[in-house]
């Protein structure tokens, strides 16, 4: 993998996608973009980080000539999910989003809220039939997950398995 696009929506759960970015590999060039609501989290958090304006539809992610390996968004939040699932592509991330499924290219979600409502697991079903990941934050204990560090390592692992990305970031089940 090369190029991957990283997304991250909604108010919380802005460290998860944070915490993923920082595990990837440094080989792999990626484009982050925020989305109005985890805008205001990240800011005050993170400015450090290069990242696309949302709202600039023109950015080269937006067009399917944009050679990208991949796309995640963590967290996704049920706004962005339902957007990607209907096909608006009102901003950056639900084009970019839509660009990759139109060019069926990898694309990962990782669903943030708990318990789902019916609508969301219907959206969720519909994407996941047109080959989208969906994976969202569920904790392999496993894997001896025994602190927050470790739960999100696990996490990101599990989506690094899904990418094809190589990591040591949890301890693998080798049975009883």
Known sequence: MKRLIVGISGASGVELG??????LPCS???????????????EKEHASIHRLDDADIAAPSASGSFQC??????PCSMNT??????????NLLT???????????PLL?????MPFSAIALENMHKLSVLG?????????YYADVDS????????????????????TLFKRWEGA
């Open 69 to 74: 390996d991949a796309m995640v968004i963590i």
């Open 109 to 113: 979600l990782a669903p943030r809220e």
């Open 148 to 167: 927050l560090e470790k739960m999100e390592n696990f996490f990101i692992g599990k989506w690094f398995d899904l990418l094809g990305i190589e990591h």
């Open 28 to 42: 792999i060039e990626s484009y982050v973009i925020v989305s109005d609501h985890a805008k205001v989290v990240f």
């Open 81 to 90: 999910l339902a957007k990607i699932a209907y096909g608006i592509a009102d």
């Open 132 to 140: 989208v990941h969906i994976a969202p934050p569920v904790a392999g």
């Open 95 to 105: 084009r970019s989003a839509s660009v990759m499924l139109k060019e069926k290219r």
């Open 18 to 23: 944070l915490a993923f970015l920082k595990a």
